[in-house]
């Protein structure tokens, strides 16, 4: 057997000392994503935001270095040798700027649906303007530079500016005004003064069979209408039905020899506003049988 030599050589050993990173705590703002402890050269990342959203983060320090955010409200700084404590400042996060829409108040015209605590750069701004004489109408809605849309009817609508805005409303004699959209509405602005329009009505019925054939002839018939209208009546007369099965439909049906089949006189109930009937009772007073239901209010303007 022959002797071992055994050589150990010893080294002094650092210890390996665990440090905190703390943070003053507080309701105004919250810290996420801390480690219990790290130790010197550990990569330390964390998050801090504001409760309050009228609140935003101004600065985060370690110590008495502030640290530059390496993401949205989150930071990142390596571990010294000792303990570390951050302090959170807050600021107020500046208020977004509004703008005023603005008009000259008059006694001819009303503007509806305006916010008064203002409109931020950018938003739509819908509103509704009317002229207040029923012999009136709105000639013209502009605002200096800024465009206006006519939306249709009494709306018109802007996109904001980062300015304030000033409405110009001119109005014109309702019957200078040139109704053209729809036959219907120079029907209305001329009822104003009074208007009958006759009117026929004809319906065409084809019946088909399951499989999409055709069963029996097409038929067709046809009603007129007159109606009575001035500023406040509407007086409606409905005749008897006309029918043709001939299946010519180029040929328009006949109805001048119907008779009167119902006569309903319509008008705006002055108690509530509603559509209704009327007709004429004992001492020649005028009674009223509301049509509609509270949700459906006929306008003073409307025939």
Known sequence: ESDVNINVTMENVTPVTPHTVT????????????????????????????????????????????????????????????????????????????????????????????????????????????????????????????????VGGELYSLVMPASNVTLSV??????????????????????????????????????????????????RYAKRVISEMSGDYNRVTRYNSQYDYSGNFDTPIDVSQTTPQNIYMFARNPENGYLATTYLGLNNELIYSDVLDTAKVWPASSC
């Open 170 to 219: 001119t109005i014109k004699n309702a019957a200078d005004a040139e109704v053209t959209s729809t036959i219907l509405g120079k029907a209305l602005a001329e009822a104003r003064d009074g208007l009958t329009m006759d009117t026929v009505y004809e319906e065409r019925q084809q019946y088909y069979n399951n499989d999409g054939t055709p069963s029996g002839s097409p038929s």
């Open 23 to 150: 943070v003053a705590a507080s309701e105004e703002y919250k810290v996420s994503g801390l480690e219990a402890s790290y130790v010197a050269g550990d990569t330390v990342t964390f998050g801090v935001r504001a409760v309050n959203a009228a609140k935003e983060v101004s600065s985060v320090k370690m110590g008495e270095t502030e640290l530059t955010p390496i993401d949205d409200n989150l930071y990142s700084f390596v571990m010294p040798d000792a303990d570390v404590t951050l302090t959170v400042t807050l600021a107020d996060v500046p208020a977004v700027p509004k703008f005023n829409v603005t008009f000259e108040r008059t006694t001819t015209f009303d503007v509806f649906g305006i916010d008064a605590a203002g409109y931020t750069e950018g938003s739509t701004v819908k509103f509704s303007v009317r002229a207040v004489e029923q012999d009136k109408v709105i000639d013209s809605v502009t605002a200096g530079t800024v465009a206006i849309t006519h």
